[in-house]
């Protein structure tokens, strides 16, 4: 299976070199790391591994823990395997049917966060206007509007908000840590580049549209 984890460890010489070295001893093949921040003498690096199942994934964190001043700070499954590349793969359907932006949107965002599922909400009422299809069908999203995109924890669900044109994209998982604010900048760029194919595609509808009423009329 794989599996993401998120280690907070020093930022010094031949730290990462150890860890990767408890990954080898317990069997996991480190397929991607990606760096999500440096600072303060310590970096959070989120790494996927391919994990063969022979001890729980629990053990896989007391082994990194050995690390003398890495800690682990979420494992949970993944659907996105290193080499592929699903914000792209997006972008290019909402180009090919920009009038499906928003549910390809939400269908597809869950695979590019290593999220479980997503949801958008009417900004004003709060109802849930379309769902992948991990999502549950009562979602409490009255207050999940915030003005800006924010990460938060309701009840034990981690969940990232972000504002689009009138509605609000919702993103959740339920295991593996908060989500990072790298995470969140990325929901947001891509929440916003989706937006605006839809927005331009709409405006060329709309002129295309009165270009043709236009021309009726003269004839």
């Known amino acids: ?106 269908d597809a965002m869950p695979d590019v966060v290593s999220a479980e599922w997503a949801v958008a909400v009417d900004s004003g009422s709060g109802a849930v206007l379309h769902g992948s299809w991990q999502a549950p069908e009562d979602v409490p999203a009255a207050d999940l509007t915030p003005l800006r995109a924010s990460a938060m924890t309701r009840d034990g669900l981690h969940l990232a908000c972000v504002p689009m044109d009138g509605t609000h994209l919702v993103v959740a998982r339920s295991q593996g840590p908060p989500f990072h604010q790298a995470e969140l900048d990325k929901i947001a760029r891509l929440t916003g580049i989706v937006c605006a194919l839809a927005r331009s595609a709409a405006g060329r509808e709309h002129a295309t549209g009165a270009a043709g009423l236009s021309g009726r009329r003269s004839g």
């Open 1 to 106: 299976m794989l599996l993401r984890l998120r280690v907070s460890l020093p930022d010094r010489p031949g730290v990462l070199g150890q860890v990767a070295r408890a990954f080898g001893v317990m069997g996991a093949d480190i397929l991607q790391v990606t760096v999500l921040e440096r600072r303060a003498g310590r970096a959070v690096d989120d790494f996927t591994v391919f994990w063969p199942g022979l001890f729980e994934p629990g053990e896989l964190r007391d082994r990194i823990c050995v690390v003398p001043g890495a800690r682990v700070d979420g494992v949970w499954p993944t659907r996105e395997a290193p080499g592929t590349s699903p914000d792209y793969d997006l972008l290019g359907h909402i180009a090919g049917e920009p009038e499906r932006a928003i549910v390809t949107l939400v």
